[in-house]
């Protein structure tokens, strides 16, 4: 069974960082992308980019370039991503997003609050 | 970008309708477009995937349908268990574009 756990809700100061995990299991990690996925309080749904966990290639919407950095660990066959230079607009819920069965599996979201 | 606009943005229906959400691209996006249900507290869960394929698991009273640029989900007979924000979702071209989401509430 596939299966995407993502680590615990995160405060942030304003100006700092803050790093998600998703662990994946129940497939073969390197064998797709895995997508991240912003979703403001009471918003819709933003994609931020993607990685491919085998080659470590990565692509990021323009708006996310300079926000955002996800990496992977194929050791532990876990996605992470990294929120740099937070402020309020930060604050929201991250999921990671398998490329499994055309972005069929999800993890449960992390809720980032950036608060002072 | 490609530009996703979900109509109505708040539906209200009775059990047992058959209701009708809506989905239009900015451009052709060549039938790849997911449906997604979402309800309070919880991930995006697909529902149909590249235009009309029912995701296991899913209901057969949800079915899909569109092409080029307008796409449609359609649910045969509303239950209650319905109720929640739906999103399309464009996977044709980078960046990937979602709507901004029917809410389907009941009357």
């Known amino acids: 069974e596939v299966q995407l756990q993502q680590s615990g809700p995160e405060v942030g100061r304003p100006g700092s960082s803050v790093k998600i995990s998703c662990k994946a299991s129940?497939?073969?990690?390197?064998?797709?992308?895995m997508n991240w996925v912003k979703q403001s309080p009471g918003q819709g749904l933003e994609w931020i980019g993607w990685?491919?966990?085998?080659?470590?290639?990565?692509d990021y919407a323009e708006k996310f370039k300079k926000k955002a950095t996800l990496t992977a660990d194929t050791s532990s066959n876990t996605a992470y991503i990294q929120l740099s230079s937070l402020t309020s607009e930060d604050t929201a819920t991250y999921f990671c997003?398998?490329?499994?069965?055309?972005?069929?599996?999800w993890g449960q979201g992390t809720l980032v609050t950036v608060s002072s | 970008d490609i530009q996703m606009t979900q109509s109505p943005s708040v539906l209200s229906a009775s059990v047992g309708d058959r209701v009708t959400l809506n989905c239009k691209a900015s451009?052709?996006?060549?039938?790849?477009l997911n449906w997604y249900q979402q309800k309070l507290g919880e991930a995006p869960k697909l529902l149909i995937y590249?235009?009309?394929n029912l995701q296991t698991g899913i209901p057969s009273r949800f079915s899909g349908s569109g092409s080029g640029t307008d796409y449609t989900l359609t649910i045969s007979s509303l239950q209650p268990e319905d109720v929640a924000t739906y999103f399309c979702?464009?996977?044709?071209?980078?960046?990937?574009?979602f709507g901004a989401g029917t809410k389907l509430e009941l009357k």
């Open positions: 990685i491919d966990p085998e080659y470590g290639s990565t």
């Open positions: 979702f464009q996977h044709n071209s980078w960046p990937y574009t």
């Open positions: 997003a398998s490329s499994i069965g055309w972005f069929a599996y």
């Open positions: 590249n235009t009309n």
């Open positions: 451009q052709n996006i060549n039938k790849y």
């Open positions: 129940g497939y073969t990690f390197t064998d797709y992308v």
